[in-house]
């Protein structure tokens, strides 16, 4: 008797307390707090330069003002920026959506300091960003459902979106920040689409915006553009008339557009730079005879002596930059043709995909630090602050491509039912759940995908951040369900 009393205690709390406090809004408010005790409170954390970020900020009107900015590349954690005064003649190196950002908090930042920029302006306006993003995705699994099974949703939200091994990228340069944020807003907005929570034409708004500004932020992003838009194919039949039909066919369109345009765009310093790490870091590599596998490249074997060098090394044996690499190494291979390697020799796919596994699980580069040098932290020391999920994460998941496969297998299988109800019943809303989750699958699987055939191992567990992201948000949404007991259901999608 005393069980149940406390029981329905416990619920009429419950109850009261979500008079005020939506689970989405607990975890909103909970990632929100968090967020500003680790990136606005001393000792600020952050992410130190690996050397990219001159890609980015001269462009876009900034520059190094701090003298021994050189020897803090990796170890420690920079917050300000000079700005420049007068005419900046350094031209864009890379076309990305992350110069909006940089531009909007630098315009932000001129109203307290027109001189010096502090890179936590930017992490504010990521932050405000990020916050609704949880809040729309934490929405969408748990309107219209029991509070009690919402506020462990909340609860879980919370330690996964608050882990600092997401939110230190804000204070940095890395356009992971919009990555994450922009693949949450994708699939909260599909999901809400599918419970038919808010106005369908401004989440396919929210669609269309994320959409672009994830696949134009990094160039290895552009596949994302391309599955979201084939992938969404099927939204356009969730309403039948014609307005809405029109207006979605018209937004996936473009996001496909963006995607091939972000691929054309790329430039050829880079273009050249990722095809050096494809064969040095990826196909000679591990490979028993170098001189025959360039052989099926039609490159003289003598470039055999390139194996698993870097493209940044000080002293190499040849200028990567020569018209001789250009000519008789650059020329005869690209995507195709590793891709079609890689297909032939599946042994070879097999030990990158493991290789590219052991990294796929860990958010966080190891090489880079968290912390400022005055803060006194060792060099390339990183943060334990309110990191428990990216620390468990990876140690515990298994560093192999079967475990990747077997949770893809174990996904589709759960979601498979559901699925199959609602094509029975000829609902094209209801069969939106499974479409958008293999999207995020794929979107992740790209990310892998990308790494091996366009750099090979070089640099691997940053390049194959869109997997980590894209894992973390279905195996969320997989564990929510399962809490709200939507995981195999086919009922209506309003109902608790």
Request: charged share 15%; hydrophobic share 50%; with cysteine.
């Amino acid at each position: 008797m005393a069980n149940i009393r406390s029981k329905l205690h416990m619920e009429r709390g419950l109850a009261s307390l979500s008079r005020y406090v939506s689970p989405s809004l607990l975890a909103a408010a909970g990632v929100l707090i968090i967020t500003i005790m680790a990136l606005f409170v001393p000792p600020y954390i952050g992410m130190a330069d690996n050397g990219d970020y001159f890609r980015i900020l001269y462009s876009n009107g900034l520059y190094f003002n701090t003298p021994d900015y050189d020897s803090q590349y990796f170890g420690y954690f920079i917050k300000k920026f000079g700005i420049f005064q007068y005419f900046n003649e350094n031209q864009a190196s890379l076309f990305s959506s992350q110069s909006l950002f940089i531009k909007l908090s630098i315009w932000l930042n001129t109203f307290v300091d027109q001189q010096v920029f502090d890179v936590r302006v930017q992490a504010a306006l990521f932050t405000v960003l990020y916050i609704v993003a949880v809040y729309l995705l934490v929405e969408s699994l748990t309107w219209k459902v029991p509070v009690k099974y919402g506020y462990p949703i909340a609860i879980l939200a919370i330690f996964l979106f608050a882990d600092t091994a997401y939110t230190a990228y804000f204070n940095s340069f890395f356009g992971e920040s919009i990555v994450f944020i922009m693949m949450v807003y994708v699939f909260a907005a599909g999901l809400l689409m599918y419970r038919k929570r808010y106005n369908d034409y401004v989440l396919m708004a929210i669609m269309l915006v994320s959409g672009l500004l994830l696949t134009t932020s990094k160039q290895q992003n552009a596949p994302l553009g391309i599955i979201i838009a084939l992938m969404g194919i099927c939204l356009i039949f969730i309403r039948k008339e014609r307005k809405f039909r029109v207006c979605m066919a018209s937004s996936l369109a473009v996001l496909l557009l963006a995607g091939i345009g972000t691929y054309a765009l790329i430039p050829k310093e880079f273009v050249n730079i990722n095809k050096y790490h494809a064969m040095t870091r990826g196909i000679l590599m591990g490979s028993e005879d170098p001189e025959e596998t360039l052989s099926k490249f039609d490159i003289d074997k003598q470039y055999a002596i390139l194996n698993e060098s870097i493209y940044y090394e000080l002293y190499t044996t040849i200028d990567v930059d020569s018209p001789i690499l250009e000519d008789h190494f650059y020329n005869k291979y690209g995507f195709g043709s590793i891709l079609k390697y890689y297909v032939t020799h599946p042994g070879k796919a097999i030990d990158m995909l493991d290789l590219a596994a052991k990294s796929a699980f860990k958010i966080r580069p190891p090489a880079m630090g968290n912390y400022e040098k005055s803060v006194g932290k060792a060099f390339r020391e990183q943060t334990n602050f309110f990191s428990g999920y990216s620390t468990l994460k990876a140690a515990m998941a298994p560093k192999t491509f079967g475990f990747v496969v077997i949770w893809m297998t174990l996904i589709l299988g759960l979601y498979m039912p559901a699925f199959i109800a609602a094509v029975k019943a000829k609902n094209s809303r209801r069969m939106l759940r499974l479409p958008l989750i293999v999207t995020m699958i794929l979107m992740g699987l790209s990310g892998i995908a990308v790494s091996i055939i366009g750099a090979g191992d070089a640099d691997l567990s940053k390049h194959e951040f869109v997997f980590t992201a894209a894992f973390d948000i279905v195996t969320f949404v997989v564990v929510a369900d399962a809490i709200r007991r939507r995981l195999w259901s086919g009922q209506e999608l309003d109902s608790p």
